[in-house]
């Protein structure tokens, strides 16, 4: 799929916000005026002025401080800390998968979609982060945009589930097992505890939330992904059997030919080849095979519809050749 950089692109826009918050937070801080700090301390609100002190005064006000929601009603963190990251390479691979994923969605859904589902996976993981962290690190920051893009890899996983990735950039893998992949990945993580300091709860949160997503609003709208390849594989098989049905009523009408002309044969008297009798052994074979099954002899016609569709046709044919 070809992407041409459009500043009214969705992934476009995400990805300026984010590179320009980092800068401004890692590469061009800016400082935290010293009235902020006092203002704070003034009101009794001493845990964020240390916070400040330690992590800067913009990721203690945008990145997910559960004690600072709990404590200070600051809701909005479980939005704004999407855009933050912590090193260039926090930032690379976000980004970098933001593109890779995102631009295929977008194309797909549209800009406006694709905003609504990035934001959803986003503070649906965030909402998660904020209630998992509460009990267990009430203030150590949670940052980055991991959440939604797991959201992505999801995504791209039902929408093109086909294509081919390449895992920590060397094993190749279907796009349809990306996201269990990394599941796994994460609860093993969070199972083991390897690793700290990864918000490997977020990630495990943007494939919920962004699963939901999916399958209430894009999967209906869009019928993408798994949708449109199991409707092209229902009118593939339709089709198939259609060909079926078509190709079994020839195969009805021959061997209803043949038994008629098997029949005038023996009753004429006159020898069999080859052939016809293997054609008679085959239907001689079901005959003895479902005997009892049979209805009566009068009852049989070749010009019924239920006779020619019924299982046992060549046993009855059979009955209708050998019959005097």
Known sequence: MRYRIDIKSAVTLLLIVNVVVYFLTNVLP???????????????????????????????????????IKELGWVWQVFTYMFLHGSPLHLFFNMYALFLFGRSLEQRWGAREFMFYYLFTGVGAGVVTFFWNLARSPYVPTI??????????????????????????VIPVRARYAALIFGA?????????????????????????????????????????????????????SRDTSSKKELSNTQKDRTIKNAERLREKIRG?????????????????AYYSENAQLCDFEEFSMDEGACRDC???????????MKE
């Not at 001493?46 to 002190?53: E, L, P």
């Not at 943007?206 to 993408?224: D, E, H, N, Q, S």
């Not at 299982?311 to 050749?321: E, G, P, V």
């Open 30 to 68: 800016i400082p935290t005026p010293q009235g902020i700090l006092v203002s704070f301390l003034e009101k009794g609100k001493n845990v964020v002025v240390v916070a400040a002190q330690r992590y800067g005064l913009i990721i203690t006000l945008f990145s997910i401080f559960p004690v600072m």
């Open 144 to 169: 980055g945009a991991s959440g939604a893009i797991f959201g992505l890899i999801l995504a791209f996983g039902l929408e093109f589930p086909g294509a081919v990735l390449l895992l920590f950039f």
């Open 185 to 237: 990945i994460e609860l093993v993580m969070i199972l083991t505890g390897a690793m700290r300091g990864i918000g490997h709860f977020t990630h495990l949160a943007g494939l919920l939330f962004g699963f939901v997503y999916y399958f209430a609003r894009i999967k209906p709208r869009y019928g993408g992904g798994y949708a449109s390849s199991f409707k092209r594989m229902k009118q593939r098989l």
């Open 269 to 285: 008297g006159e020898s069999l080849a080859s052939q016809d009798m293997v054609f008679l052994s085959r239907l001689k074979e």
């Open 311 to 321: 299982d046992s046709l060549y046993a009855c044919l059979y009955r209708y050749i």
